[in-house]
């Protein structure tokens, strides 16, 4: 469209509908490049999960699916081994994440002090079992831990200490798997905290050690605040990933001995692929959802950032 202006020139002025007709152009766009993402997002982890929720609503009966409503769900009040498992996943929740965050938090300290040399070296050397395969270190434990030919008890018996039945005594075996996982996962949390307490203003301890503060009272009036968001992190994760846990006691133990390390993962395998009871299966896994869900709410409840 052109426009006479004062002096007879003519200018070329763009229609008013060409504006409109690029703007929804630019609005579908970004849609357009997140779609494939949300198609695979889609049908690998919202499709699995709605399926999961109806399989979990029928029961497989002459190799065909029938609707049982909550069925699967109320027979799990009921169902001892399920308490059994979910009483063994909660003894590793109670003890071993607490320990395990304790020492990480201690090595993170550690790691961030000046006066330790090489530090590079050791934080490879912490973070390495992290890389280290569930199923090949929970082998090298089972390994190192088998009562007829194991280091530890070959190395015990050196000072005539009788060799201790670490994967086939209920106590022990909880105990060996415990040492297993804080061997795994002390070095991952420590990293986490380490690159959180890197970032506490070093004015913040200057100012402890004028107004007299010592060790103890800097770490407690300062590096624990300062580690407050990394310490939620890892306390959130550290939850998830401990009532999720199969790979540890499904290498190490089996479950056993006599169920002692038998934990949620380990249960809703045995029902899924053991017993073909998907249903049931699913159940079990919609109810450690809900758990880890109430857990989570209460974690970032009790530790999160107060308003």
Not at 125 to 143: C, D, N
Request: glycine fraction near 10%; charge should be positive.
């Amino acid at each position: 469209m052109t426009v006479t202006l004062t002096g007879g020139e003519t200018r070329a002025v763009p229609s008013r509908g060409t504006a409109p007709r690029t703007r929804p152009r630019r609005r579908v766009a970004p849609y357009l490049f997140v779609l494939p993402a949300l198609l695979l997002f889609a049908a690998f982890k919202l499709y699995p999960i709605g399926r999961s929720f109806v399989i979990s609503l029928h029961k497989t009966v002459g190799g065909t699916e029938q609707f049982v409503g909550a069925d699967n769900y109320t027979r799990l009040m009921g169902d001892p081994l399920f308490w059994t498992a979910l009483k063994n996943t909660g003894a590793i929740l109670a003890v071993q994440v607490p320990v395990m965050l304790a020492l990480a938090t201690g090595l993170a300290v550690a790691l961030n002090s000046t006066l330790l040399r090489g530090r590079t070296v050791f934080r490879l050397g912490f973070f390495l079992p992290m890389v280290t395969g569930l199923v090949a270190y929970g082998i090298i434990f089972s390994v190192l831990l088998n009562k007829d030919y194991g280091l530890v008890n070959w190395l015990t018996g050196l000072i005539g200490l009788d060799p201790t039945p670490w994967l086939t005594d209920p106590l022990w075996a909880r105990v060996s798997l415990g040492l297993a996982l804080t061997w795994h996962y002390t070095g991952y949390n420590a990293v986490i905290l380490l690159s959180r307490l890197q970032s506490v203003p070093a004015e913040l301890y200057d100012a402890a050690s004028v107004d007299g503060a010592g060790a103890w009272t800097s770490f407690r009036h300062v590096t624990l605040p300062g580690l407050r968001p990394a310490l939620l992190l890892t306390t959130v994760l550290s939850t998830i990933g401990t009532l999720q846990i199969f790979d540890e006691p499904y290498v190490l133990t089996g479950g056993g001995p006599d169920n002692a390390t038998l934990t949620i993962g380990v249960y809703l395998y045995q029902n899924a692929f053991k017993y073909f009871d998907f249903g049931y299966a699913s159940a079990i896994a919609y109810a450690l959802a809900v758990l880890i869900g109430i857990l989570g709410v209460i974690q970032f409840r009790f530790l999160g950032e107060k308003s």
